[in-house]
């Protein structure tokens, strides 16, 4: 599958729907596109700077950026990512320059699955108009997307560890969509904008109401764009990456 110059290979890791296997899609190894010039792009990150600053500004085009601790620079097959665990945090303190977002776009890895009973947040606001993406494992596995007052479930869709993975989670017209490395997996009605006014946004973990509060993705993450329009379905099965 290309993607913005770049080609995605289909793996065969099989992320189960429930009824089907779906494939992955990895890395192939060639230096990723910088984040595009679009006005719609609230927030990219790359996480390519190497060594990585305290403070990482945003590649997009809103005027923040992302407090960093105890992360770590790793070579990805793309370029860089960031390391992150249980000792680590990547926050955007709360600002009013991230509001009406619709899309949210991850790459991550996961080096260890949440176990019975437990979650991994990808981002979160902890505020409303709510703005999260988290996965849970109660007592199946499945993504959980929350735009506005809306709460979008994927079930029983086990991702696999080791493996670079692309989520995402669109709001257009009210309703809400989870993908999986381009793949629909869940839809449902009722959702709106998100934003990051009150409580910043917390990037690989939950948000406490101030700040990281565990929840914690022990892996990669090898890119983050919000934007404030709905992308397509094409655009999503195809991203610019």
Do not use: K
């Not at 735009?147 to 979008?152: A, H, K, S, V």
């Amino acid at each position: 599958m290309a993607i913005g110059g770049c080609a995605f290979r289909a793996g065969t890791t099989g992320i189960s729907d429930g009824s089907a296997d779906i494939d992955a899609t990895t890395h192939d190894g060639v230096v990723p596109v910088p984040c595009p010039s679009d006005p719609d792009l609230t927030v990219c990150f790359t996480f390519d700077q190497s060594p990585l600053p305290a403070t990482l500004a945003n590649e997009g085009r809103a005027s923040v950026s992302a407090m960093l601790s105890g992360v770590q620079s790793i070579t990805s097959p793309e370029g860089n990512a960031v390391e992150v665990g249980t000792g680590s945090s990547i926050y955007i303190p709360a600002t009013d320059q991230i509001q009406n977002i619709l899309t949210t776009e991850i790459w991550v890895r996961f080096d260890t699955l949440p176990t019975s009973g437990n979650r991994v947040g990808f981002l979160d606001n902890n505020q409303q108009p709510v703005l999260d993406l988290f996965y849970y494992d109660d007592p199946s596995m499945h993504v959980m997307c929350e735009f506005g007052n809306q709460t979008l479930y994927a079930p029983s869709a086990t991702l696999p560890a080791g493996t670079w993975l692309y989520l995402a989670c669109v709001c257009d017209a009210g309703t809400g969509t989870i993908y999986v490395d381009g793949v629909e997996m869940a839809q449902a009605t009722g959702c709106a904008a998100g934003s990051v006014m009150n409580m910043g946004l917390t990037i690989g973990q939950n948000n406490g109401g101030s700040g990281p509060a565990g929840d914690n993705l022990v892996g990669a993450i090898d890119g983050l764009r919000l934007w404030n329009v709905a992308r397509t379905a094409a655009q999503i099965a195809s991203p610019e990456w």
